[in-house]
């Protein structure tokens, strides 16, 4: 009997920058076959940016997409465009409320980058309008889908280190420079507080990627316990937005914390060659598995047992990569699981349902409240409007 042929996913970028094109519509691009996968696969069937089409048809020749796709200049065209089931957005995070808005508005299913939002209320809205007009909605958390992460939460589960009671994870970036001012413009999205600047929102959300996939996710769901909170933030004294920040995630309930890292003053990876250690560690009674970083793109793991002293497992992940393309980054795991969630039916996806969405953006939210981070209206605002500049790109 023939095999059926593949789900085809066709995709809407919303949006034309670095992660669009470098990353994630290059991953789309890819042969499934080169990471195993046969039931879906991706098809880009329009791409938009927020006021020139012509961006949007360079952006097409620069990831050398097949031709056919439909070119935009406003984001509300490509969320009435009829052939898109999904839009990617890709745009600053201080967008993404009014932009993943506007596409659950049109009756898009929806994969919008992390940090998801800039505040709580903004996630839950969101939240409630994809379930209310039973459309398919996931924050991108690409490290989630990963078979590394996969398989380290498949060994939490198996109690190969025993009851985690800790997990360490940093993911830091030096980018330090004489006279107390980090390698980034004021302009630039990493410290400029009308793009929801920072270390935490940028760089934090994979620190805390870890500790919620170990400490939270795998927590019986009939007993889930947000965390606790304690934060300690250091300020940009240029912009006002954090530039090193450590959190503590306690669970008490589950006799497990959490420490979360990271900087715009340090490297998690000092000299580019992993030397430093594993960027996350996760600790049980019984042993502790190490994660080597980058934590948004690991690699590599270790599992150590108590029992077994001076053994360490050591396992490589490495990415697929497609012949043709010479390409490979890893973010087409988490397209495949939107495929399948969409051709299934599914509104969530069970490795990071929208619940646990929100709880993430509660902690980022607590942590920004007690270091006195604070982010313009525009972008901070829960109510949705569709001529807000952040969705015509008009001032």
Same mark, same amino acid.
């Given at each position: ?81 009829? +052939?898109?089931?999904?839009?990617? $957005?890709?745009?600053?995070? *201080? %967008?993404?409320?009014? =932009?993943?808005? &506007? /596409?659950?508005? #049109? ?68 980018? +330090?420079?004489?006279?107390?001012? $980090?390698?980034?413009?004021? *302009? %630039?999205?990493?410290? =400029?507080?009308? &793009? /929801?600047?920072? #270390? ?68 998690? +990876? ?126």
């Amino acid at each position: 009997m023939a095999s059926s042929a593949p789900f085809t996913l066709k995709w809407g970028i919303m949006a034309t920058g670095w992660i669009a094109e470098t990353v994630f519509v290059k991953d789309l691009l890819t042969n499934p076959a080169v990471r195993g996968v046969s039931d879906v696969r991706h098809q880009v069937v329009a791409v938009a940016s927020s006021t020139d089409a012509s961006r949007a048809a360079d952006f097409l020749k620069k990831v050398d997409a097949p031709a056919g796709a439909k070119t935009y200049g406003s984001y509300r065209e490509l969320v009435a465009d009829p +052939d898109v089931d999904i839009v990617y $957005v890709a745009t600053p995070h *201080s %967008h993404h409320f009014q =932009n993943a808005m &506007l /596409a659950l508005q #049109a009756g898009k299913n929806v994969l919008c980058e992390k940090a998801l939002t800039v505040t709580a209320s903004q996630a839950r809205k969101l939240v409630d309008t994809a379930r209310a007009k039973n459309l398919f909605f996931m924050e991108a958390v690409w490290t989630r889908y990963f078979p590394l992460s996969i398989k380290v939460r498949e060994l939490l589960q198996s109690g190969v280190i025993g009851p985690v009671y800790r997990v360490i994870a940093d993911l830091s970036f030096n980018k +330090d420079l004489p006279g107390g001012r $980090v390698d980034f413009d004021d *302009s %630039h999205r990493m410290v =400029n507080l009308d &793009l /929801a600047g920072g #270390a935490l929102l940028d760089l934090g959300i994979y620190s805390l990627t870890w500790l919620f996939q170990t400490l939270y996710h795998l927590q019986p769901e009939e007993d889930k316990e947000a965390p606790k909170v304690v934060a300690a933030v250091n300020k940009y004294e240029y912009t006002g937005a954090d530039e090193t920040t450590s959190m503590i995630l306690q669970f008490p309930k589950h006799k497990s914390m959490g420490i979360g890292l990271t900087s715009l003053r340090v490297g998690t +990876d000092v000299d580019g060659l992993n030397t430093g250690g594993p960027a996350i560690r996760i600790q049980g009674s019984g042993g502790e598995i190490q994660v080597t970083g980058p934590a948004f793109r690991p690699l590599q793991y270790k599992v150590i047992r108590k029992d077994e002293p001076g053994k360490v497992e050591v396992v490589d992940c490495p990415i697929p990569e497609d012949p043709e393309r010479k390409w490979g980054h890893g973010m087409f795991w988490e397209a495949d699981e939107c495929a399948r969630c969409v051709r299934d039916g599914k509104k969530e996806s069970a490795t990071l349902p929208w619940s646990e969405s929100v709880v993430i953006m509660e902690t980022m939210e607590e942590v920004l409240r007690q270091g006195d981070v604070k982010y313009p209206e525009l972008i901070t605002t829960d109510v949705f409007d569709p001529e807000s500049p952040l969705n015509t790109g008009k001032r």
